[in-house]
T-cell receptor
Framework: GAVVSQHPSRVICKSGTSVKIECRSL??????MFWYRQFPKQSLMLMAT?????????EQGVEKDKFLINHASLTLSTLTVTSAHPEDSSFYIC????????????FGPGTRLTVT | AQSVTQLDSQVPVFEEAPVELRCNYS??????LFWYVQYPNQGLQLLLK??????LVKGINGFEAEFNKSQTSFHLRKPSVHISDTAEYFC???????????FGKGTKLSVKP
């Protein structure tokens, strides 16, 4: 149980285009979902926290107009990278809290974004 | 503010040897501490967590960690490592009631035959 999926696993896009990444909790309801970014050989940096049905809370320094987060249901959150640039290339990982087990955070497998 | 320091960026060790990955945290409030493992190009998998109670926490794959409040540490240990333990290990502290995790920079464990 407690599986989080991400789609796509890899995406290559051209500079200036937008890319949407989906994060789904497959067998539990996630009241809160988190989006992280990981640069090569570095740690995970929290980008934003999203709660179902409300606006996401962004970390300092993260552009909310560039990284659009929508938490439309208790099992789905999406991250859209708008007008992507090469510096947005990174590994994006989502995680979700099980509604009934707040201290358990389950991670998706990640999405490798490459902007050319 | 809460923060996590992983003192070693890389730890090479021979198979079947013991290993300790060090983690120190800073927090002015009650802490919830976690260790995660990340295999190449994958997400994170929870190894173990400390929320309260016994300071010695046992996790999956034979790992354990000890919460030491006076030393503000949460070191991860395994008495005998396998090649398959080669991965990146992240220590994390939970921030706030929503469950935001603050991660350390990670320790790359390399197990050699």
């Amino acid at each position: 149980g407690a599986v989080v999926s991400q789609h796509p696993s890899r995406v290559i896009c051209k500079s200036g285009t937008s890319v949407k990444i989906e994060c789904r909790s497959l067998d539990f309801q996630a009241t809160t979902m988190f989006w992280y970014r990981q640069f090569p050989k570095q740690s995970l940096m929290l980008m934003a926290t999203s709660n179902e049905g409300s606006k996401a809370t962004y970390e300092q320094g993260v552009e909310k107009d560039k990284f659009l987060i929508n938490h439309a249901s208790l099992t789905l959150s999406t991250l859209t990278v708008t007008s992507a640039h090469p510096e947005d290339s990174s590994f994006y990982i989502c995680s979700a809290n099980d509604r009934g087990r707040t201290y358990e955070q389950y991670f998706g497998p990640g999405t490798r974004l490459t902007v050319t | 503010a809460q923060s996590v320091t992983q003192l070693d960026s890389q730890v090479p060790v021979f198979e079947e040897a013991p290993v300790e990955l060090r983690c120190n945290y800073s927090s002015s409030v009650s802490v919830y501490l976690f260790w995660y493992v990340q295999y190449p190009n994958q997400g994170l998998q929870l190894l173990l967590k400390y929320l309260s109670g016994s300071t010695l926490v046992k996790g999956i794959n034979g790992f354990e960690a000890e919460f030491n409040k006076s030393q503000t540490s949460f070191h991860l240990r395994k008495p005998s490592v396998h090649i398959s333990d080669t991965a990146e290990y992240f220590c994390a502290v939970m921030r706030g009631s929503q469950g935001n995790l603050i991660f350390g920079k990670g320790t790359k464990l390399s197990v050699k035959p």
